[in-house]
């Protein structure tokens, strides 16, 4: 099982943090697993285009590679000004719509006040839910 930690942010710490320990927790409990941490702090990625993202190059291409190769996916994300990082967006971006779709997803949020998983809970579900379903409304084949 292939699984990736992604820490979707260019700025602060305390997001990392978390998701290093739950990676730490799931090489602990899941040796055979294969883990990877992305951490968007730590790549140059460009902003979406609309290309397929088989076509981006260097760490774009690498990072929305290794995220539709995963299995599983832990979303890492701090809320600014009640939102999610720009950076973050921009992964759902580069991916197609059906990006999601048999992958498990769990979200990680760090944020500065009991309130904030309102945003987790208003943007991010609804993305998470049309790249997961995406395409399932009929029999027909989707692309």
């Known amino acids: 099982m292939k699984i990736v930690g992604l820490s979707g ?18 090489a602990e409990k899941y040796p055979d697993a294969d883990a990877t941490l992305i951490d968007l702090s ?16 260097g760490d774009t291409g690498h990072v ?8 599983a996916i832990i979303i890492g994300t701090p809320i600014f000004q009640a939102s999610i990082p720009g950076t973050l967006k921009n992964i759902f971006d580069l991916l197609p719509p059906q990006a999601l779709r048999d ?7 760090t944020a500065g006040s009991p309130r ?3 945003v987790a809970e208003q943007q991010l579900k609804p993305i998470l839910t049309y790249s997961r ?4 409304c009929c029999s027909l084949p989707c692309p």
């Open 42 to 57: 730590e790549y140059d990625i460009q902003f979406s285009d609309g290309r397929n993202y088989l076509e981006y190059e």
């Open 9 to 26: 942010s260019i700025v602060g710490s305390k997001t990392r943090t978390a998701i290093d320990y739950a990676m730490k927790k799931i």
């Open 116 to 118: 904030h998983f309102l």
């Open 133 to 136: 379903n995406y395409g399932s």
């Open 103 to 109: 992958k498990i997803v769990g979200l990680l949020v």
């Open 64 to 71: 929305a590679k290794t995220v539709m190769e995963a299995d």
